[in-house]
Every structure is written in C-alpha cells, then in structure tokens.
C-alpha cells in the first residue's frame, strides 16, 4: 500500500495544502480526507475527482472536510455518480446536518445519501475497502465532544486525525505490530487539540523512530534539525507504507 500526501499542512498553513492523502493499493485509489484546499492539491497531482474510488473521513473540521461540497457537486453534474464515502457511523449525522447541508441541499435532493454512496465503518472493526486497504478506526482525542477518528490500515500503518499527545496509545499500537506511525504535529506549544513536536520528542526512542510528522505550520523548515529521528512528511512524495 502507498500513501501520498496531497497536503501536509495545518488548518491555518499557507506554503502547505491542507493534511490530506491518498492511499493507493491494486489500482485503487482512496482520498483519506477531503479539506478545503483538496480540490486545488488534487488538481496540482494531476488528478480529478473521478479519478478516485472513495474518501475516507476522519472529522469535521474544514481541512478534512471542506472540499467535500465540490467533489459531491462535481460527481453529480460532471460525472452523473455519487461517490463512496466511508465514514464511521457517528460522523454521518454531524457531517450532514452541521456541514454539508446547507450547500447541497437543492430540490428533491435531500440528504447525504443523495450525493454520496454511503459506507458505514464501526470503531474497532476492520474493514476491507479493497483488496490491501484495510482500516480499522479508532476514535482519538481532539477537541472536547468532538469526535475524531485516527485510522490504523492493514493491522501495521497508523494515521492519525488530529489527536493529543497520547504516549500509551502509539505504545499500545506499536506492541501490537503498527510498524509506521503518520501524527499530526503542532510545532510550537502550547498543543491543545494536537501533539506538540516538543511532546512528541518524549516518545520512547523506539517509537519516534516509527514516527513521521505530518500536519504541520509554515515554519516548519526551522524545526527540521530539531526533530530526532522523526522526519517531516513531504507533500506530493510517496511513501510506501
Ligand atoms: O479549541 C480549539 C479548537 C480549534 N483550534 C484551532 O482550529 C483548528 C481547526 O482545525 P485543526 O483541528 O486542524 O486545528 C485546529 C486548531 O488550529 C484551536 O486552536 N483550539
Ligand atoms: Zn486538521
Ligand atoms: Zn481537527
């Protein structure tokens, strides 16, 4: 399976497109967040939106959400199909009612299932999206009663949503075969809704080597030599994972 990142940048990054990927295994290729600059990254790798088999979401936030609107409008009346979108059964209902609707809605066209081909995930259970993508959901920490899934794909490749510092989990997950961990990463403190690099920095030497940085400000060319055996994620490289 590779991963390649269409942006790797923070909500608010502006040399960086928003932290968004595509996975890519036999063929099939899997958008792994949507945000609001995806329709330009996509563009810029030299894809359309039809050229993709699905989209997985992690939460709602505008960089992982944000350009939903256009590929749902762009399937409809360019392409005349409704997307795939994997989604964990508690998302469904938020993304819906406090994202999508007000921009989609028109006539008799009503709902999410109108402009997407809906697959529920369940947290904790494994699904096959397509033969050597499978992912398995875990609900992380983010924001206080805002849900967030981080994803681990094929029992060894965790990605994580915007989550905190959470040294037990990446240790959990490390004992239990994930041999690659994607984090998002805040570079300067304070974290609050995300790891911080200084954080990150704590990790068992064992784990950060696992570890590459994703999701990260501006400035992060200043923060290279400061990162351990951790290395920053490039936009628009790929990674065999
Ligand atoms: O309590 C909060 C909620 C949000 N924020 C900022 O808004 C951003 C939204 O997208 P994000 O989750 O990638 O990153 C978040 C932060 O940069 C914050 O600093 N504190
Ligand atoms: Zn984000
Ligand atoms: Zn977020």
């Not at 960086?16 to 609001?36: K, P, S, V």
């Not at 397509?130 to 609900?139: D, K, L, N």
């Amino acid at each position: 399976m590779q991963i390649t990142m269409l942006g790797t940048g923070s909500a608010f990054a502006k040399r960086y497109y928003n932290n968004n990927a595509l996975i890519e295994a036999g063929g099939f290729r899997l958008l792994l967040d949507c945000g609001i600059t995806l329709p330009q990254a996509l563009h810029e790798a030299g894809l359309d939106f039809a050229d993709l088999d699905g989209v997985l979401i992690s939460h709602i936030h505008g960089d992982h959400v944000g350009g939903l609107e256009e590929y749902a409008f762009q399937m409809l009346f360019k392409h005349q199909r409704r997307p795939v979108l994997y989604i964990a059964e508690s998302l469904i209902e938020p993304l819906w009612e406090h994202t999508l609707k007000g921009g989609l809605t028109q006539g008799n066209l009503t709902k999410l299932s109108d402009f997407f081909e809906v697959r529920p995930l369940t947290p904790g259970v494994t699904a096959e999206l397509a033969p050597g993508i499978q992912v398995e959901p875990i609900q992380t920490k983010h924001i206080e009663g805002k849900i967030s899934y981080s994803f681990r794909f094929n029992r060894r490749f965790f990605y994580t949503a915007d989550m905190v510092y959470d040294a037990p989990l990446l240790d959990k997950l490390v004992q239990d075969g994930v041999e690659r961990i994607f984090h998002d990463c805040q570079l300067e403190p304070p974290g609050v809704v995300h790891a911080t690099l200084d954080e990150l920095l704590q990790l068992p030497e064992a784990i950060q080597q696992k570890v590459s940085l994703m999701h990260y400000g501006d400035a992060m060319e200043q923060h290279r030599s400061r990162s351990g055996p951790m290395q920053f994620v490039e936009q628009r490289k790929t990674y065999e994972v």
